[in-house]
């Protein structure tokens, strides 16, 4: 709900403009990545996923990032709309289907 | 197909009080789990099952038991509730296969008073 999104960073960006949210995992053992949006008052709702043995995924208006060498991860969002306003989490696989969840990025799109 | 339901939305517990969170899956998944969300953090494992009548700790086990008696649910239950389990309860399911994408409920959340 409308706690998550304290204490979290936060990044505000203009109708249109691409947004880039980013992310480090912990684990370099992870072979599975997913990024996910939660808005406010709901649960986390997938957006994209990617294994480890890509670089890049593209989905629609959604692109996630993967380097292992740095455990980074990243998602581009184009042409950031209002609705696309929320928490974003990146998460990794551990095993069994279970995830390490990161602590996540608020997304504030003005009109 | 109504994907992941959990119940109540809301409940308002006394320290010492027990209950029991449902959530249910009609996607025929056979991996289920728990995740607590406070405020600033992600979302973190309590518990979770592989199977009906198969069960294992997450990363925050403690003061939470489960059970899987059947593939569609998996109830988390309080025995003795605490100020420290005010939180966003959320019931998540994906399928078989190993890098599944887990779908999740709307949440519950519970306030321990």
């Known amino acids: 709900g409308e706690s998550v999104g304290l204490h979290l960073p936060t990044l505000s960006v203009q109708e249109g403009d691409n947004s880039i949210i980013n992310c480090a995992y912990s684990n370099s053992a992870s072979d599975y990545f997913i990024w996910y949006k939660q808005e406010s008052g709901k649960g986390p709702q997938f957006i994209i996923d990617?294994?480890?043995?890509?670089d890049k995924r593209q989905g629609q208006r959604v692109t996630v990032l993967l380097n292992k060498t740095v455990k980074h991860l990243s998602l581009q969002i184009a042409a950031t709309q209002p609705g696309d306003s929320a928490v974003y989490f990146c998460?990794?696989?551990?095993?069994?289907?279970?995830?390490?969840f990161g602590k996540g990025t608020m997304l504030l799109v003005s009109p | 197909n109504a994907g992941v339901t959990q119940t109540p939305k809301f409940q308002v517990l006394k320290t010492g009080q027990s209950m029991t969170l449902q959530c249910a899956q009609d996607?025929?998944?056979?991996?289920m789990s728990w995740y607590r969300q406070d405020p600033g953090m992600g979302l973190r494992l309590i518990h979770y099952?592989?199977?009906?009548?198969?069960?294992d700790q997450g990363e925050v086990p403690n003061g939470y038991n489960v059970s899987r008696s059947t593939t569609e649910d998996f109830p988390l239950r309080l025995l003795s509730a605490a100020p420290s389990q005010t939180s966003v309860y959320f019931c998540?399911?994906?399928?078989?296969?190993?890098?599944?994408?887990?779908?999740f409920g709307p949440g519950t959340r519970l306030t321990v008073l």
């Open positions: 099952s592989v199977g009906a009548g198969i069960t």
């Open positions: 998540a399911s994906s399928s078989r296969r190993f890098t599944d994408t887990q779908y």
């Open positions: 996607m025929n998944h056979e991996y």
């Open positions: 990617i294994r480890s043995n890509m």
């Open positions: 998460a990794e696989n551990i095993g069994y289907s279970t995830l390490t």
